[in-house]
């Protein structure tokens, strides 16, 4: 059973920069982020295996990475902006693909908390 425990979310001012991590436990080799903001669809963020894949939304702003020998994905968030105001999750699947559909993920994480003040 693969499980993903999401963690540091937070509030901060527009402009300022937060790194979100994603402890997985078992091994999973395509790993993405989403986030859901009040009222919104979740919303494909970025993705890696062997490349990375980012939403138009979020490029040159965010980057994704991953520490093999920790077993934990990251999100380095820089420039935040008050749109990406939303919880983030921490997804995972099976397989090289990265999609960019939830449906393509079968693990989730419980989602953490960022809030970006104007």
């Known amino acids: 059973q693969v499980q993903l425990v999401e963690s540091g979310g937070g509030s901060v001012q527009a402009g300022a920069s937060l790194r979100l991590s994603c402890a997985v436990s078992?091994?999973?080799?395509?790993m993405g982020w989403f986030r859901q903001a009040p009222g919104k669809e979740r919303e494909f963020v970025a993705g890696i295996s062997r490349s990375t894949v980012y939403a138009d939304s979020v490029k040159g702003r965010f980057t994704i990475s991953r520490d093999n020998a920790k077993n934990t994905v990251y999100l380095q968030m820089n420039m935040l902006k008050p749109e990406d105001t939303a919880v983030y999750y921490c997804?995972?699947?099976?397989?090289?693909?990265?999609?960019?559909?939830?449906?393509?993920?079968?693990?989730w994480g419980q989602g953490t908390q960022v809030t970006v003040s104007s």
């Open positions: 078992g091994r999973i080799y395509v």
């Open positions: 997804a995972a699947r099976p397989g090289l693909r990265i999609g960019a559909g939830m449906r393509e993920y079968d693990y």
